[in-house]
Structures are given as structure tokens and as C-alpha cells.
């Protein structure tokens, strides 16, 4: 029997289209004469659905159109229960619609890419290719990310964060430490989203006002970093887990404008075929061979620390005035799964989705050896009710 996968995408995310044109891509690239797809579409509002018309990017013009030929589905948080059910059940027949042997989340940014939606398949015990629920967290975060590699010795630019609630409080204060520490221009992002999104320059004290009441409309976290000026970017894939993997070659994205902007990222391309794979590009990059290779050392240091798995696109920054390099941030789900950089060390896209299904099977074999829960009951041995309500009398 052929191995049934579930490619979840969509979401709840300002990343939802691109999450879309990611997933058509995975599933085109799967082996049907081994595997069996099935997509889950997660529309903005949060909600699941299937069908085969979710595997035409083209259907998604008219997403009302499209919801009509499709099935509305959830899955029940059962562990070992992987069955998608109908959410309007019929009187008679089942209300099964198909049964999983593994996921492919392709659910970039927010609400999925973060550990949210990794954090339910893993409470139904669900294989699945990609950071776990802690790596996902960690590898979103900007500044969770940051702060573990720089304990780790790997590079990352001096940067000040806060909280929005801090910011409104405090906001005196936290200009004059980032004035202090790092001094303009500075970029300001929201911590945990990617896609360039509530990210600005700023030259400025009135300029840095602007782009952190930008920022703090996306995200309750906000970091402002020390800008790199002569900015070279450099991005660098990473296949596999934490104790054995391997690098692509490099891309350096061609922008626009100072920084990479999402227009950059995804708007390049036909119509019908955007995403990050049409963006501008050269591949391989135009560098040293040592300056090349320490990228794809820091890059795998970074999968490695923060304990990643499945498919991670790390981005670099180079300053191209005193050559030192930085880890920017990591992608833990990329844009169209970074296939293009595989290609290109002689992966094709449909390797790449054999590698991740093998990924997800190794892991669940290896987490099926550790220990979970004791063979005890406190409760049977009079354990477990001193302090409790109610207690007295019971022996």
C-alpha cells in the first residue's frame, strides 16, 4: 500500500498565499506512484479543508469557489489517531475522509511555522517532516534566536528588544538605550514574522518612532538592530536533523532596494508561478571559496544549535566593506521549500520530498525508544493527596 501524506498549509499567517504557492509546488514534486496526497487547506480564518481542486494554485482566485468543491475536515486530538474526519457528519456512512501516515507542514510564518501547529501533531503523535514544536519556536522567534546563538559563539549584529507594552510605558528609556548601544540607521522588525514583513530602516530618532509603531502592530515583541550598511545577503539550505545533515550551494537575492523586500521575495515570476524560487537570484553566489564555506559552516552551526530538522533556509549578512559575516535569521519552513538551492547541488524537487518523508519516519522511530510515562500508580499506593482538599479520612 502506498504511504498516505499530509501537506498542511495556508493558515492563519500574513505569509497565507505564499504558504499556498509553497505547498502546490511540494505536492507537485511528490511521487504518486509511491505516495498518496492529501492537502489541507487552513483558511485564514483557521479553518481545515481537502479535496483535489486544493492542488490547482490557479483554483485560488476565487477561494469561495474553491471551499464549495472541497471537504471541511479536522482531526480529533487523539494520540495514534490520525484519521481526518468531516466536520458535518452524515446520518449514515463514515464520516472518515482519509487516514495519514505522515504530515508536511508547509505553513510558513505565524501559527504554524512558530511550533503552534507542530505542537498539535505531536500531541496526536503524527510523524511529520520539520523542526519540532522548540526548534520551531526558537527558530521564529528573532529574538529567542538570536540569543541562543550568540551563546553558542556564533555571530549575530548587536540589536535592543522589547515589548510593546514596555515600549508604550517606557518608550523615553528604551530610545535612549537603543540611541546609546547602537546608534542609527537601525532596522526594526517584529520578532516573530518573516517575509520582510513590519520591517523599516530607520536614520533616525522620528523615523524610529514610525517603524516601531509599524512593527508592533504585527507582533507584541520588537527588536531593533544594528544595520549593516554595505550589506551583501547570502542564503545558505540546510537538509536534515541535528546530528547529521547537510549544505547547499549559496544564493545571494538581488533586492530592489536596501533591504530584501517581500515584493523581492515572491512577486517575481509569471502570474501563475511566483514564489521564492522566481525571486532574483545567483546561484551559486559570487564568492571566496573561504568565505563560502565559513558560510555554510555558520549555517549548519545554526540548524544544529537550534536543534532543527526536516528542510531550514539560514540568510546571512555579509558587510562588504570589513567582510565579517552574521546570521540574520533562520527559515525553518522556506519559501518553496528552498528546492531551486537543492537543485542545484544535484537534489531534484522530488528527492528533496523523499528525503523529508524518510525524516519524519526516522524521527517517529527514534522517539518511539525513549520513555514517556512509569509503570506506577501513586494514587493505588496512597501517594499524591497529602495537602489535597478533601483529604482527610483518606488512606
Known sequence: MKTTIGIFFGGRSTEHEISVISANQAMAAIDRDKYDVIPVYITKQG????GEAL????????????????????????????????????LFGSDVVAT???AIPVLHGSNGEDGIFEGVLETIGLPYAGCNTLASAN?????TMKMILASDGIPVVDYVWFTDKQWFADRDALLAKIEEKLGYPVIVKPANLGSSVGIGRADNREQLL????????????????DMVENL?????????????YQTSVLEEPIKSGEILSYTDKYMGGTKDNRGMHAAAKRIPADLPAEETERIRFLAGETFRVLSCHGVSRVDMMIDAKSRKIYVNEINTIPGSLSFYLWEAAGIGFSELMERLVKLALKRK?????KTVSYDSNIFALGGGVKGAKGAKGIK
Open 139 to 143: 527558530g521564529m522567534d528573532k529574538i
Open 210 to 225: 514610525e517603524r516601531v509603531d509599524d512593527a508592533q502592530r504585527y507582533s507584541s515583541r520588537i527588536i531593533v538592530e
Open 55 to 90: 492542488t490547482d494554485v490557479k483554483n485560488y482566485r476565487d477561494i469561495n469557489a474553491l471551499l464549495k468543491n472541497c471537504t471541511e475536515v479536522y482531526m480529533r486530538p487523539i494520540y495514534g489517531d490520525y484519521k481526518l474526519y468531516k466536520a458535518e457528519r452524515k
Open 365 to 369: 522511530r527514534e522517539q518511539s525508544s
Open 232 to 244: 551583501q545577503e547570502i542564503n545558505c539550505a540546510v537538509l536534515g536533523d541535528c546530528g547529521d
Open 47 to 50: 479553518r481545515w479543508y481537502t
Open 100 to 102: 495519514l501516515d505522515l
